[in-house]
C-alpha cells in the first residue's frame, strides 16, 4: 500500500477492537479545554494522524507563516493500523494525536463515543455547518446531534475509470459519452464485460475484481447494510443479495483479474494494464496517476452505472487526550476549509464535501491531461450533488469485511457463492 491511498473499499479493523472501542465510549479522560490553553506565543507541537497523503503538507506550510509558533508533524500508518491504533488509543486514554483521520467507514463507531473526543462547537466550528453536505455534516456529529465531533475533508463520488486503448482492442467505444451509454445497468456493465472478454485482449480483464463494485452497487441504494435503527439487514436487504449476485456473477464470468484492492499486484496491475475498468471515486485518479505514471492519456472516465454513488471520505476529529484542543480545532478548520478543499482537489483528486464550490469555476472546468482532459470537476460535481445519504451503522467496517472476505472466497475458487453467503450471514450474526 503507497502512502497515498486514504479510502479503503473494504477495511479490517477487528470485531474485539470494535468491542473495546464501544466498551469505552462513554468515558471521557485526557486534559479538558479550559486546562488546554496555550499562553500567548507559546511554541506548540500538533500531531495529526492521517492513514496516507490527504495532500495536506502544502497547507501546513501555508498555516505556519501566520501561525510560526505552531509545530506540525504529520504521523501516516497504513489504513487498517490506523484506525486499529486509534481505537486501542482511545480505550487506554494515551497516544493519540491532537487531530484524527477518521474513515467514513468507521465515523459512526467514533462518533458513539463522544466522551473521547473534542466537541469542536465550543471553538466555533458548528457554524461551519451551513459550509457542508447536510448529510456530511451529519455523519460528524455525535449520535444525539449536541456535538461537532469532526469536520468532513472529502467526498467520494463514483464515476467509473477505464482504459482507452484496451477498449479499442476489444473493438468497445472509446469517447467518454459513448462508453458511459454502454452501461446505464450493472447488468449492462456485465454485458459490456463479456464483449470485452470475446474479444481476448492480451493480459487484460474487464476488471480488477468485485469487492469495490459490491461496495459500489450497495451504496447507490437507499439502505445499505443497516437500518436506520442501527440493526444489520444484511440478510433481509434485497439491494445487498442483488449486489452480492452480481458481484459474483463478474467473477464467475470470468471478468475479474483477481487483484484484491490495495493489495501490491494490485497496485503492480495499473502499471501493467490488468485491467480496463475499475470504480473510481474522486480519489482514485490521483492513485492511478501515481500507479500508472506511463499511462497518460490511456486512461478515462466515464459515468457509473447506476448513476451515482459515494465510496469513501474522512472527517478529522480532536481526540480529548489532546493537550491543545483549541489549536487543533483551528487548524482543523484551515484544513477544511473552503478554499483547500478546492486546492487539495486539484493537486490529489479528494473532492470537496463543500457543495458551493460544485458550481465554482475552476471546479467545473478542471480537467487531466493524464485522462485525456476528462472534465474531471464536472464529472465529480454532478456525481456529488446527486448523492443520497445512506445511514451507516455502527459496526459498519466489520459488516463490509465479512462480505468482502465472501467475495474473495467465492474469486479464488474456495467456495460456491451460495456457500459464501451462507458463511457471510453467519459470520455477520456474531458482530455485535
Known sequence: MTPRIRRLGLP?????????????????????????????????????????????????????????????????????????????????????????????????????????FTDLKQFGLDQRQADYLDWKWQQGMSKDGSQVLGLGTDVGGLAMCYRKDLFKKAGLPEKRDEVSALWP??????????????????????????????????????????????NIIVESNPEVKKAWDLSNQLTQEGLTAKLAA????????????????????AWMTGFIQEQAKDASGKWDIATVPGGSGNSGGSHLMVPKQSKHPKEAAELINFLTSKENQAKVFKEEGTF???????????????????????????????????????????????????????????????????????????????IK
Open 262 to 281: 490495495f493489495s501490491p499486484p494490485w497496485n503492480t496491475g495499473f502499471a501493467k494494464g490488468s485491467f480496463a475498468t475499475i470504480i473510481c471515486p
Open 352 to 430: 470537496p464535501s463543500i457543495p458551493a464550490l460544485y458550481e465554482d469555476p475552476s471546479i467545473q472546468n478542471f480537467t487531466k491531461p493524464f485522462f485525456g482532459d476528462a472534465p474531471i470537476g464536472k464529472i465529480y460535481s454532478d456525481a456529488a450533488k446527486s448523492l443520497k445519504p445512506q445511514h451507516l451503522g455502527p459496526k459498519e467496517g466489520d459488516v463490509r469485511v465479512a462480505i468482502g472476505n465472501g467475495l474473495g472466497r467465492v474469486e479464488q475458487g474456495k467456495q460456491t457463492p451460495d456457500e459464501a453467503w451462507a458463511q457471510v450471514l453467519e459470520d455477520v450474526k456474531k
Open 185 to 230: 445497468t450493472w447488468e449492462d456493465y456485465i454485458a459490456t464485460g463479456k464483449k470485452f472478454a470475446g474479444a481476448d485482449v492480451d493480459g487484460a480483464k474487464f476488471t480488477d475484481s468485485p469487492g469495490e463494485l459490491f461496495r459500489a452497487m450497495v451504496n447507490q441504494a437507499a439502505t445499505g447494510l443497516y437500518d436506520t435503527q442501527d
Open 12 to 116: 479490517l479493523l477487528t470485531a474485539s477492537l470494535l468491542a473495546l472501542a464501544t466498551a469505552c465510549g462513554g468515558g471521557g479522560g485526557g486534559e479538558t479545554a479550559a486546562q488546554s490553553s496555550a499562553k500567548p506565543g507559546e511554541k506548540i507541537k500538533l500531531t495529526i494522524g492521517l492513514f496516507g497523503d490527504f495532500g495536506f503538507k502544502p497547507l501546513y506550510e501555508e498555516y505556519k507563516k501566520t501561525h510560526p509558533n505552531i509545530e506540525i508533524v504529520e504521523n501516516v500508518t497504513q489504513f487498517n493500523d490506523h484506525h486499529s491504533n486509534l481505537v486501542k488509543r482511545l480505550a487506554t486514554n494515551a497516544g493519540a494525536g491532537d487531530i484524527e483521520a477518521v474513515e467514513v467507514g468507521y465515523i459512526s463507531t467514533f462518533t458513539a463515543q463522544p466522551g473521547r
